[in-house]
């Protein structure tokens, strides 16, 4: 089932999904929490430390599983999803560092090294809630829209809407890696809890596309209309070509 929050802004879109995950926290303790990257769970990670810091959270049992990384790009450059989840959350909070979990970009073997956190996934018993952005696509993840989607733990080529999309982040279109490492709809959709947040216009397409659109490989995000827990949260904006009855 797919419960629409519809926030007035970013800031409220980040304090409504931060309060689910919160609530998972409080509620369980040594909860899996599988985490994303992006700029859109920013403000998140900022509420969560926020209330860390205040006392009211503690994430000290808590195990992260991140969704992916990008391939051939080392933990200390600051465009790695490793260095955004130190930067934005990890190293501001009391997270234990051996209990959190990304692809390694670096290795050597990629098929070893998709099998190895495929394993990692499935040992830790299934993910407690999954945090989800959404690319302008429909992506979740890095699983990109085409004919099929993988299941499991893999290395894709990203499309070039995704690398323009990204380029944002690097001097040029060339420096964006052009693979990544994500983890594959099984375990998104095995997640127990999902939340999906987005905001500004760039992104009410893939939203409406989405939720309010036929559940189609040609938009990843459109599966989720088949989950029976999804809370998407979205500022106006991101929700505006929602059906009136949605928003
Ligand atoms: C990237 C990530 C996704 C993310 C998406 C949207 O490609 N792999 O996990 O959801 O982009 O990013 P942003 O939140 O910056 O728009």
């Known amino acids: 089932m797919v419960k629409i929050i519809v926030a007035n802004d970013y800031e ?6 931060a309060a689910i995950i919160a609530a998972q926290v409080i509620y369980k303790a040594d909860s899996i929490l ?4 992006g700029s859109s769970p920013i403000g998140i990670y900022d509420y969560l430390t926020k209330w860390y810091q205040e006392g009211s959270l503690d994430f000290s049992q808590i195990t992260t599983v991140n969704l992916d990384e990008y391939r051939g790009i080392e933990k200390k450059n ?8 130190h930067h ?3 190293d501001r909070v009391n997270v234990r560092p051996e209990k959190t979990f990304l692809p390694n970009g670096m290795a050597a073997d990629v098929e070893e090294e998709c099998a190895r956190y ?8 299934g993910i407690d809630l999954q945090l989800l952005g959404i690319g302008h696509n429909g992506h979740i993840g890095f699983n990109e829209p085409g004919e099929s989607l993988e299941a499991n733990v893999h290395c894709v080529s990203l499309s070039e809407k995704t690398i323009e999309a990204n380029k944002r982040f690097f001097a040029s279109a060339e420096d964006v890696p052009k693979q990544a490492y994500t983890m594959g709809m099984r375990s998104i959709m095995e997640a127990k809890k999902i939340v999906i947040v987005a905001n500004g216009e760039g992104k009410a397409e893939a939203i409406a596309k ?11 995000a459109s ?3 088949l989950h029976p827990d999804v809370t998407v949260v979205v500022d106006q904006a991101a929700a505006s070509l929602l059906p009136s009855y949605m928003q």
């Open 210 to 220: 989405a939720f309010a659109g036929k559940i189609t490989t040609k938009v990843p």
């Open 34 to 37: 599988g985490l994303a990257t």
């Open 78 to 85: 600051d465009q790695s999803y490793d260095y955004f989840m």
């Open 12 to 17: 409220e879109m980040s304090k409504k999904a």
């Open 88 to 90: 934005h959350f990890f």
């Open 118 to 125: 495929q394993k990692l996934i499935d040992d830790l018993g």
């Open 223 to 225: 599966l989720l209309q």
